[in-house]
């Protein structure tokens, strides 16, 4: 019988069971909460007159519609969606008891930075979220993906998913990254290789020399954006870099119990003989610092390129999707990417907004100016941790020397449920994951960079390859 993959093995670890059809019930570990998305599921509750069947299962926080600007109660929250959201978690978690990094509280932030951060994510768990970019929790060889808001309730109702088995699909890194380039890079460049359907119905795993010389955050990063390749789940192999990043954090195993999880999660590899449905290996020397020029994080292009032409594109859906993408952006096909002006930037997001993040975009700005072009950059931590962190490495100071704005975590500009926007026309370079049409505000351009690239932008007021960047 041939090997398992990692995947088969966290699958098979939470099996409940499973019918002639394929369709099955799995166990969860982790349920991670926010304000978007669960108050349905917890009106569902009361309604039934249900009860969470494990309380300790959940944990939640509020990101989506929080201000990055200090605020003290849900109260000073101007939008009425966004303040109800807020509250109502609040009155929720209390009610049902469940543990919440509310206002105030050091802990909020993204739920997928929080949660990783805490400990609360540790190897081999089934973790869920209603949001797509649950799949981040995967860098720490987790089944982790996004649910919808029905099976939120049925979660905190049961602790088990609905679910069908995924196939397996392995995209290796193979080699080393050159200098400039990130794991934001290699996700940017792998998408662009694969399309945003190409990991669709899979659950990838990312291996090779190149993804386990990454860290943790970079390995977040990468699995972040595996619904941008259309694969709700993505997952990193356990090895020390995962063990050490886990251990001491406030929710993971202690003392004897620390021996004995450290010891099962070394099994969480996928085995040698292990059979994969899609294989596929990318060389680390050919991925170059990316830049998205469209409304899809597959219109992606190495910065020093220039940007394609929908005439050489046979496939017609793509070429009118390219020919679409033109016209929104207000660029022309041919022009150097170095060529396209920034109007605002945005470093944060779920993506990008961990301490290495924060350390990047800094190593750029430091001695440097933003642009006069450059109307506001906002950077933006992943939560409270990371912004006391880098507070105490000095980064803030950095930044606001620089000419950025210093924020409070939340989801921010990433996407435009809270007051930081872009206006209609502008141009973002963003550490975000996410470039349709309107994601960051109305009739908004974003453009998809590593932190590194979008402070090299914010200084320079256009793309500029991080590479060329001399000493300040
Ligand atoms: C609001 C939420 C449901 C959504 C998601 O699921 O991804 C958001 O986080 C996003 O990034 O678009
Ligand atoms: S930071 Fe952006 S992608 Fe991440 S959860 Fe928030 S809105 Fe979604």
């Known amino acids: 019988m041939a090997g398992k993959t990692l995947y088969d093995k966290l699958w098979n670890a939470h099996l409940v069971t499973e ?9 969860i570990d982790r ?5 978007v998305t669960s108050p349905q599921a ?20 509020i990101d989506h519609n929080v201000p990055t600007t200090p605020f003290k109660s849900a109260a000073e929250i101007e ?24 206002i105030g509280d050091v802990r909020q932030g993204i739920v997928h930075v929080m949660a990783p951060e805490q400990g609360a994510v540790v190897p081999g768990m089934t973790v869920v979220c209603g949001d797509s970019h649950t799949s981040t929790n995967g860098a720490l060889a987790c089944l982790a993906h996004g649910i919808g808001t029905s099976e939120v309730e049925h979660v905190l109702a049961t602790q088990t998913l609905v679910a069908k088995k995924m196939k397996n699909m392995r995209v290796s890194v193979e080699g080393d990254l050159g200098p400039g380039v990130t794991a934001k890079d290699v996700v940017l460049h792998i998408i662009g290789v694969i399309g945003t359907a190409g990991g669709t119905g899979y659950a990838l795993e990312f291996a090779g020399s190149a993804i386990r010389g990454l860290s943790m955050e970079g390995r977040m990063t990468i699995c972040n954006m595996s619904i941008e390749a259309g694969a709700r789940a993505g997952m990193v192999a356990v090895d020390d870099v995962t063990i050490d990043y886990v251990k001491g954090r406030p929710f993971a195993p202690k003392e004897a119990d620390w021996d004995k999880a450290a010891a099962y999660w070394r099994t969480l590899v996928s085995d040698a003989d292990a059979v ?8 680390a020397a050919d991925i170059r610092p990316q830049v998205s020029w469209g409304t899809s994080p597959e219109m992606v292009i190495s910065v020093d390129a220039n940007l394609p032409d929908p005439a050489t594109e046979s496939d017609e859906v793509k070429r009118s999707g390219m020919l679409r ?10 022009m150097p990417v170095t060529d396209i002006k920034v109007d605002r930037v945005f ?13 990047a975009a800094a190593e750029v700005a430091k001695g440097r100016h933003k642009a006069d072009s450059v109307k506001q950059v906002l950077v933006v931590p992943g939560s409270g941790l990371v912004k006391q962190q880098a507070e105490k490495e000095g980064l803030d100071k950095i930044f606001v020397e620089a000419g950025f704005e210093w924020r409070e975590p939340g989801c921010s500009m990433c996407l435009a449920m809270n007051p930081d926007r872009l206006e209609a026309g502008e141009h973002c370079a963003s550490t975000s994951n996410r470039n349709f049409e309107g994601r960051q505000g109305n009739g908004g351009r974003t453009h998809l960079v590593s932190p590194a690239m979008a402070a090299a932008a914010a200084v320079a007021g256009h793309f500029v390859d991080i590479r060329e960047l001399g000493q300040a």
């Open 325 to 334: 993408a033109y016209e929104y952006m207000g660029l022309k096909p041919g």
């Open 31 to 35: 349920q991670i909460i926010h304000e």
């Open 347 to 359: 470093i944060g997001s779920c993506t990008n907004s961990r301490i290495e993040d924060l350390r």
């Open 79 to 102: 939008d009425e969606t966004s303040r109800i959201q807020v509250q109502t978690l609040q009155d929720n978690t209390k009610e049902f008891g469940i543990t919440e990094f509310g």
């Open 276 to 283: 994969f449905d899609e294989d596929i290996t990318i060389n």
């Open 42 to 61: 917890f009106e569902g509750l009361r309604m039934a007159g249900r009860k969470p069947w494990r309380i300790n299962a959940s944990v939640a926080t």
């Open 19 to 27: 019918r002639e059809d394929g369709s099955a019930l799995i166990y």
